[in-house]
């Protein structure tokens, strides 16, 4: 007879005192920790995430919190979605060991504001971390504020729960340049490490955002990884013209009606510099709305 044995859901833990005694009582054990900071919406490249962090280290800690200081106020932070439950499920299944999922009073305990509103660069009206250069441009040039926000929860978690390893999504490849950064400017002693981005069988990057998308537009949207899959096509031919490549890709959005293109960039791995030349390796990044929808994507030629 098979017996069936539920998976055992995480400790879910609210409050920054209790977070901190359990990774301090866990490091004080020796154990090394893994650490997945994610906005919820949980999919199956969160999945992939923590399972990575699973395989690496004794314990695996998880966040859960849609941090409102990286949205602006037009943004879609009221509609994000918020599934708190099934997360827990989804993680328990992988063997997470703890989740944090704090609220914001707890979180911003002097007050937030949205991306781009507040007093300084960022929506946090206390102190908050000013990103190096790499932040400044394609998602920064777009949505001001948003990656000072990202940087500012991002360290908060890691005072929080000081792990020894972070796990994040090169689907975020813009963030993960500023992350590294920032752990790197700021002598945070945690690696970050970037684990690729999981697709749908039919191309389409994960995304919380993609639960947005209407049948119609799920169509629209495959165009983002189909132009990623036509500048690799014609990168690996030989192609090294940013203009052609980023062209190639534009073509696509342009014929499944997908826009307003925010930008299609061709641009160097480390500095996000845009070259008129590709080299030997260079990223193709990608932000369009398809509807309502603001989607990103992203390609490493090489
Ligand atoms: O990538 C995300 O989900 C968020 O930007 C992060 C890193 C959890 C910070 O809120």
Not at 112 to 127: D, P
Not at 132 to 161: D, M, N, Q, Y
Not at 195 to 207: K, V, W, Y
């Amino acid at each position: 007879m098979a017996v069936e044995t539920a998976a055992r859901q995480p400790l879910l833990l609210t409050r920054i005192a209790d977070a901190r005694e359990w990774v301090s009582r866990e490091r004080r054990a020796g154990c090394r920790i893994g650490l997945v900071p994610t906005m919820g919406a949980l999919h199956a490249g969160h999945g992939s995430l923590a399972a990575r962090a699973r395989s690496e280290c004794d314990r695996v800690v998880a966040t859960v919190f849609v941090n409102p200081t990286q949205f602006a106020p037009h943004e879609d932070f009221q509609r994000y979605p918020r599934t708190l439950a099934a997360d827990l499920t989804l993680l328990g299944g992988i063997g997470v060991d703890m989740v944090f999922a704090p609220d914001a009073g707890e979180m911003y305990r002097g007050g937030a504001t949205h991306a781009g509103t507040g007093a300084g660069a960022s929506g946090v009206a206390a102190t908050s971390v000013i990103p190096s250069t790499v932040a400044a441009t394609l998602e920064g040039e777009c949505r001001p504020g948003h990656f000072a926000g990202v940087a500012t929860v991002v360290l908060k978690l890691f005072h929080i729960v000081p792990a020894d390893v972070a796990y994040f999504g090169a689907k975020d490849y813009q963030q993960t340049l500023v992350l590294r950064r920032m752990v790197e400017d700021l002598d945070v002693p945690i690696r970050i490490e970037v684990c690729p981005t999981i697709r749908e069988s039919d191309g389409l990057a994960m995304s919380s955002r993609n639960r947005y998308l209407s049948p119609e537009e799920r169509e629209r949207a495959l165009s983002l990884s189909r132009g990623l899959a036509a500048a690799e096509r014609a990168f690996a031919a030989g192609e090294r013209s940013a203009a052609v490549l980023e062209q190639l890709a534009r073509r696509e959005l342009e014929l499944a009606g997908a826009g307003p293109i925010d930008y299609v960039a061709l641009a160097d791995p480390e500095t996000l510099d845009r070259p008129q030349r590709a080299g030997d390796r260079a990223v193709l990044l990608i932000a369009a709305r398809v509807g309502g929808t603001r989607l990103i994507d992203n390609r490493m030629l090489q």
